[in-house]
């Protein structure tokens, strides 16, 4: 991997945008591909860096926002057979070189953003937690809040990492995170703007959201969302009371019960909104629509970016200007 890449996956990262990183594995001649060949794709179908020729490009690009979608790596195996080994995807190779090659793709994503609303103690000791695990917190103080409540308990408001003042602004910003891109929220409040926080955060459609409360009080919270508008699944995917049953008593406690919760939550365990992870799964976001080269079999992106004929009212891509000449001069051959 050249530091070409390198930089690029750096500045990628830093801006919070995922991406697939995909590696030539083996290969067997004539491809025009190495061991080692390394590129880059993001979540807009770019392709950066070199991966082998048209022959192997679109279908990289095409199962990379796959991988992004679903967060699961994969072994390309062009021109494997179906069922010739369990860990590979098979995948035709269309070249006329009839050579094999496998690329492996793995999808990197930043780091998760965690944000707490609410000023008390266990919104202090989620926030240290979520630090502990890696994620990028901020906190943002519920709607009636203050800087003296804030600085009550334990600190809470100089302890995280960053500070939101504007909860509303803030998850406009955050919905335009791009896919992958993890959003967790725990609202905290004690009681105090709960209701308007989650409204604030859906708008956002976070990973996860939570809510420290009672059983009796969360269900007046969802009450007052349905009634504020919220759709029934936009309500049925907030947890409250935020946490597994694990017995917790102490701020520190309900913390573990909390982040516990959210691991299962992200291992498609933890019930609310599991259904809807999985739908967004099948269809990659922002995944181009693909065709198949008549001629030759291989797949090609259809937004214009390769030649196209027209026949019998219908658009026919190809990958090629040579496809598509074959298939102008005989195009009953091919359909």
């Not at 991966?51 to 994969?74: K, N, W």
């Not at 090609?300 to 390769?306: C, E, F, L, M, T």
Request: glycine content about 12%; hydrophobic content about 40%.
């Amino acid at each position: 991997m050249d530091s070409h890449l390198l930089g690029l996956a750096t500045r990628l990262l830093e801006r919070r945008r995922s991406y697939a990183l995909a590696t030539v594995v083996h290969r067997e001649r004539p491809s025009s591909a190495s061991p080692g060949n390394t590129a880059v794709i993001t979540t807009d179908g770019e392709l950066h860096g070199w991966i082998g020729g048209s022959c192997t490009q679109p279908e990289v690009v095409r199962h990379a926002l796959a991988a992004l979608a679903d967060g699961r790596p994969r072994l390309l195996g062009f021109g494997a057979a179906p069922g010739e080994r369990d860990d590979l995807v098979p995948v035709p190779m269309s070249c006329g070189s009839e050579g094999k090659v496998e690329v492996h793709i793995n999808p990197v994503f930043p780091v998760p953003q965690m944000v707490v609303v609410g000023s008390s103690p266990i919104a202090d000791a989620v926030a240290r937690l979520g630090r502990a695990m890696g994620y990028v917190v901020a906190s943002a103080p519920a709607e009636g809040e203050d800087e003296a409540a804030a600085a009550c308990c334990g600190g809470a408001g100089e302890s995280r990492e960053g500070r939101v003042d504007d909860l509303g602004a803030a998850a406009q910003q955050w919905a335009q995170r791009a896919s992958g891109a993890k959003l967790l929220a725990v609202v905290a409040a004690m009681g105090r703007g709960d209701e308007q926080a989650v409204q604030q955060l859906a708008a956002a459609k976070p990973d996860y959201m939570g809510v420290v409360v009672s059983p009796k009080r969360m269900a007046k919270v969802r009450w007052i969302l349905g009634e504020a508008g919220l759709g029934d699944d936009e309500v049925a995917r907030v947890h409250g009371p935020a946490g597994l049953d694990i017995g917790a008593e102490s701020p520190e406690e309900v913390a573990v019960s909390i982040l516990a919760e959210i691991v299962a939550v992200g291992a498609g365990k933890g019930g609310a909104g599991k259904e809807a992870a999985e739908d967004a799964a099948a269809t990659p976001a922002g995944a181009p629509e693909h065709a198949t080269d008549p001629v030759c079999g291989m797949t090609v992106p259809a937004d214009g970016s390769r030649p196209s004929s027209t026949h019998e009212g219908r658009t026919v891509h190809f990958c090629c200007p040579g496809c598509k000449a074959r298939f102008d001069g005989n195009p009953a051959a091919y359909v």
